[in-house]
């Protein structure tokens, strides 16, 4: 699938990295069900070029080897040849690899956004819109926080830097009145540990924390009485009532932890998640509401 | 007489729609909509999701996940034994959290 393959909606969320507006319902599950169809086809383009990237690495090398082999034969063209056309594939392999990895978007998060408006769509108010504001563009550079330093750890030096991305935002009228509104904020953490050896090189490792931070807000139509609390984790949760226009909205934290060596975590909140912390929510609801 | 089958998950509503039939395996009444045929005759989405043979729609797919959110919901399931163990590890002192 490609760009021009998208519908308007599709492609301008695409390219821009972002869905912004009021939607309703079925018109934003054909907008998610399109960008998880385009970044399917994107993370295959990823994968195609990584793979041609590699055959280029050998088919320079293949070359550089045969040009120094017969390098005094005649022949020695014909090696020459094949190294310069490696690296010409390498490099243009590269540059799409990078470009076809910037245009990729994040699966999981996609994934969370449609399987937690498919489970509550039949309570959703079939006249009032989602409002939605969702950063698909990720941790990126204008996220990030300066780098800082920390104290050394035994032969260690360590720095840090942390990106703040606070990506989604949802609002959503159920049937019965009451709005619900979801937000995620991401911090990644990348950790920096430098060593120097014995030979004076300098090694560096990089260690990666992402804490996701899931919050729930249920906004009742009129003054209301909660009917209690429901059962809240309290070292992964929060619960909270908060006075907001002559209104009690309660609202409801979980964070979520995910840490690799190697690479940037990719996992994220599913949508179970999600309608779990909103399904408690509702259960505060008084029992003429239920 | 209406279909009894309840839609939603947050605020669970009667399917107004008039019912065609019913459920062989429970009896309630049920739209078309709502029912499911396999090979013990017409079923509701639960019975359909718990006998074998049963079609998969749209319907069954959605009961099955909210019943296993139902059942994970607000036992010890919801929060695994690695979550608990990963805040255990946090609170001891010097531990390094990056340490995986």
């Known amino acids: 699938m490609k760009l021009r393959d998208l519908s308007p909606e599709a492609r301008t969320a695409a390219e821009t990295q972002a869905i912004r ?3 309703e319902y079925a018109a934003y599950d054909q907008l998610l069900k399109d960008l998880i169809a385009y970044d399917a086809a994107m993370d295959a383009r990823v994968a195609f070029r990584k793979k041609w990237m590699i055959v280029a690495i050998i088919v320079a090398f293949v070359g550089l080897f045969v040009a120094i082999l017969v390098i005094n034969n005649e022949d ?3 090696g020459a040849a ?22 990729a978007l994040p699966e999981n998060a996609l994934a969370m956004l449609q399987q937690m408006f498919r489970q509550v769509r039949q309570d959703l108010d079939t006249k009032a819109k989602i409002r939605v504001n969702v950063d698909l563009s990720g941790p990126t550079k204008a996220k990030c926080g300066p780098k800082q330093v920390l104290p050394p750890k035994g032969a260690h030096s360590l720095s840090q830097r942390v990106y703040a991305d606070p990506w989604c ?27 120097r050896t014995a030979r004076g090189k300098y090694k560096t490792k990089t260690k990666y924390k992402k ?26 949760e929060r619960l909270r009532v908060a006075k907001k226009k002559g209104l009690d909205v309660a609202v409801l934290d979980r964070w979520f932890l995910y840490k690799e060596k190697l690479e940037r975590p990719k996992q994220n909140p599913s949508g179970a998640d999600a309608v779990g912390m909103l399904y408690r929510l509702c259960s505060m609801r008084p029992a003429e509401a239920k | 007489m209406n279909c009894q089958w309840q839609t939603g998950l947050l605020v669970p509503q009667p399917c107004d729609s008039p019912a065609m039939g019913g459920c062989s395996l429970c009896g309630r009444s049920l739209c078309m909509m709502h029912t499911v045929s396999g090979p013990n ?8 999701n718990s006998n074998q043979g049963y079609e998969q729609n749209e ?4 009961e099955s996940s909210r019943s296993s959110y ?30 995986t």
């Open chain 2, 41 to 48: 005759g017409p079923a509701c989405p639960t019975c359909a």
């Open chain 1, 76 to 78: 020695a063209g014909a």
């Open chain 2, 59 to 62: 319907e069954t797919e959605l």
């Open chain 1, 169 to 195: 935002q949802l609002r959503f009228q159920l049937r019965d009145g009451y709005k619900l509104s979801l937000r995620q904020v991401d911090q990644l953490t990348e950790l920096e540990r430098t060593r």
């Open chain 1, 82 to 103: 094949i190294f310069v056309g490696g690296i010409v594939h390498l490099i243009t392999a590269i540059v799409l690899w990078k470009k076809a990895r910037k245009m």
């Open chain 1, 21 to 23: 507006g009021e939607w």
């Open chain 2, 70 to 99: 139902y059942t994970q919901y607000g036992g010890t399931q919801y929060f695994t034994k690695r979550d608990r163990q990963s805040v255990e590890r946090e609170e001891v002192e010097g531990y390094d959290e990056f340490e």
């Open chain 1, 211 to 236: 804490l996701c931070r899931l919050t729930a807000t249920i906004v009742p139509p009129a003054p209301v009485q909660w009917a209690g609390q429901p059962r809240v984790d309290p070292t992964w």
